[in-house]
T-cell receptor, first 115, second 115 residues
């Protein structure tokens, strides 16, 4: 079993739809949860960063973490064609005072928002 | 800043040949990471450096892979001899650790095809 599981999709929605992306994980030591967005032929870019449980909102994006269920979500409101990309969840525990050492990625969900 | 720079963008080679991938991290960043991305396995960490010193190479698939960081502004990932199963996109990423900002900056990747 992989440390992080993510449905690769693809997911196709009309413009304006609410999108829900999810990941599950098995390692209870994970404390830091991130979502990266990757456009075609580009490297991933950090979209959201959350510590421990709870919600975080940034514009049209909301990240949720439920540590009791080992489940994280990313919601996109009023989705736009420019949101079309692959979304990767990532998570880490705390090693050597930093999360950077070992970041575990999901496989990514490919999202297409059509006009 | 130009961001993380990787070269070449594309590499096509024949099985058994040596392949060298190059990376220039963002100036001032003290962490450098090499990742490999495939459809089947997603994004996998191969090795990472802190202040030019390799910290964790447990993700390097086998002895055919080697990585070096001779100075703070340059790193290489070498595959010798290359095999068709090495075909993937290889990403370099860098970061500057601070407790309030743990964010990886990825390059655009090198698409490697081993025939």
């Amino acid at each position: 079993q992989k440390e992080v599981e993510q449905d690769p999709g693809p997911l196709s929605v009309p413009e304006g739809a609410i999108v829900s992306l999810n990941c599950t994980y098995s390692n209870s030591a994970f404390q830091y949860f991130m979502w990266y967005r990757q456009y075609s032929r580009k490297g991933p870019e950090l979209l959201m960063y959350t510590y421990s449980s709870g919600n975080k909102e940034d514009g049209r994006f909301t990240a949720q973490v439920d540590k009791s269920s080992k489940y994280i979500s990313l919601f996109i409101r009023d989705s736009q064609p420019s949101d079309s990309a692959t979304y990767l969840c990532a998570m880490a525990g705390l090693e050597r005072g930093s999360t950077l050492g070992r970041l575990y990625f999901g496989r990514g969900t490919q999202l297409t928002v059509w006009p | 800043d130009a961001g993380v720079i990787q070269s070449p963008r594309h590499e096509v080679t024949e099985m058994g040949q040596e392949v060298t991938l190059r990376c220039k991290p963002i100036s001032g960043h003290d962490y450098l990471f090499w990742y490999r991305q495939t459809m089947m396995r997603g994004l996998e960490l191969l090795i990472y450096f802190n202040n030019n010193v390799p910290i964790d190479d447990s993700g390097m698939p086998e002895d055919r892979f080697s990585a070096k960081m001779p100075n703070a502004s340059f790193s290489t990932l070498k595959i010798q001899p290359s095999e068709p199963r090495d075909s993937a996109v290889y990403f370099c990423a860098s970061s500057f650790f601070s407790p309030s900002n743990e964010k990886l900056f990825f390059g655009s990747g090198t698409q490697l095809s081993v025939l």
